[in-house]
């Protein structure tokens, strides 16, 4: 059976001395590997056809045994060229490409939304409207509402006291925050102190469906890691894996708080 999809493509690996392995976050069949036979021949009419970040038309034979599909055709239908010229974007489009392949499962089920806040945050760094730290930060929390695993920060998840107004600590054990009457002693390793001003940034993060909503907004020093802690032990507790393409771009994009 021939599938017809448009796909974004996570990973480019060898298969052979000829071939390579690609897999896609498609838009109508989940996450979706195919070999590509002889794509690196001189003559292949795969060349230039993909690469990672690209948006792309595919056509597959579906093989139901190994999960392991065959690329029919593929054609660029967003080459995102940007991503080219820019090794942070570069770096920033490879850690969230790899995030994707680590959560997106072979089902259509439930992934349209992340085929889609893939594409605009992919857009997003190749036409550079935010810096690539700041954009990791906004394109985690987003995966994690689109996986059902959205923080819950505006509640103890005790004793149900607003946290508007107060510290508390956020457990991603527990998915959320406690206030500080709540929070258990002694205090676990992986629980991020989170001020007032701190639950109102990540209240709006959490809800901005667009990476243009941040543009204008201002984040202090503490806030920022803040932030990247809460979803950094987040993402370490639903994946559990910490993707080393995380560590290359806290690295690089000097991200700091690796906290994963
Ligand atoms: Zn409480």
Redesign the pocket.
Known sequence: MITKTNAIVLRVAPYSRTSHVVTWLTESAGRVSTVVKGAVRPKSSFLGQYDLGYTCELLFYERARNGLHVAKECSPLEMRSGLRSDWQAFVAASYICDLVLGVALPTHDGQESTYALLGEALDALCERRLEPAVLLNWFELRLLHVLGYAPHLER??????DLAQQKAGFDAAHGGS??????PQPVARQVVAVGPDTQSVLRRWSSAPSPELLRNMVLNQKQLLALRAVTGTMLAYCLERRPESRDVAVATLGWKQGEM
């Open positions: 103890c998840v005790s004793c149900g006291a406690f206030c500080l009457n709540c929070l």
